[in-house]
């Protein structure tokens, strides 16, 4: 019998290399199997050429985030952003190769691995980034969904969204009794961000999903101790909004 397939999902790394490494350490001491990676591989922190070699050493499947987007796309007007925005984003496309550059450019939106779908936002309107804060949102989402999961990021917030067979009855399920075994329905799952949580916990997030052919689904959220100093320092030598390191600290 084939042996189950165990993926690490990870999302908004957002230029963190400390981070970034910690979770693959982490994936790896668990049996991960492969990484897949729903986008914002940069943006707000100070590593963004670390973070890109890593993701392509990996050789995962990885869609397009707004600030992949932002940061690989010049015709993108900074006007509309806030300063700090602005300057961060200004910084990582001074700070990227051209081949950077281009690979996050040509990142496809969302796209289906082996019967679960990944997106950086929503199913409904990918390329509008929007947020998936509640249960509309998430309905607006499932009417596109050809899987039974899909994962995605893009809010910070490790969150689960489910849809059963019966009708529209959504479950916002605490992280706490999250992890085992998918039950019936059909399922939106928030993995959390690598390089940014805002849940109020400054430790990297991401999750593990295990697929014992397409029935038996699992997963666990992970949560990791990084070297929030190191990254810290970094923003620090760069010359980067001092909020940006507030939220490392605070997980805010
Ligand atoms: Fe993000």
Not at 74 to 89: C, G, K, T, W, Y
């Amino acid at each position: 019998m084939a042996k189950p397939k165990r993926y690490a999902i990870i999302s908004d790394i957002h230029s963190n290399i400390e981070a970034l490494d910690a979770v693959i350490e982490d994936a790896h001491a668990q049996g991960v199997t492969d990484f897949v990676c729903l986008g914002d591989v940069v943006g707000y922190n100070a590593a963004p050429r670390e973070c890109i070699q890593r993701i392509r050493e990996l050789g995962c499947k990885v869609v397009k985030g707004n600030h992949d987007h932002y940061c690989s796309d010049p015709s993108v007007d900074l006007d509309d952003f806030q300063p700090n925005a602005a300057s961060v984003i200004e910084w990582t496309r001074r700070n990227i190769s051209e081949e950077d550059t281009r690979w996050l450019y040509n990142l496809p939106l969302s796209t289906v691995i082996m019967g679960f779908t990944i997106v950086h936002s929503t199913l409904d309107s990918p390329s509008h980034f929007r947020y998936a804060f509640d249960k509309q949102d998430a309905e607006d989402s499932f009417n596109y969904q050809r899987t039974r999961v899909c994962f995605h990021g893009h809010t910070h917030v490790p969150c689960i969204f489910r849809r059963t067979t019966t009708g529209a009855s959504h479950g916002i399920l605490k992280l706490g009794a999250a992890n085992g075994l998918l039950e019936q329905g059909n399922y939106f799952i928030n993995v959390g961000s690598v390089g940014q949580p805002r849940d109020g916990i400054p430790k990297a997030c991401y999750l593990i999903f295990t697929a014992e052919g397409m029935t038996k689904l699992s997963i666990e959220f992970r949560r990791v101790d990084y070297d929030v100093d190191a990254a810290v320092q970094r923003i620090k030598d760069a010359g980067l909004p001092e909020r940006l390191i507030n939220r490392l600290y605070t997980g805010q």
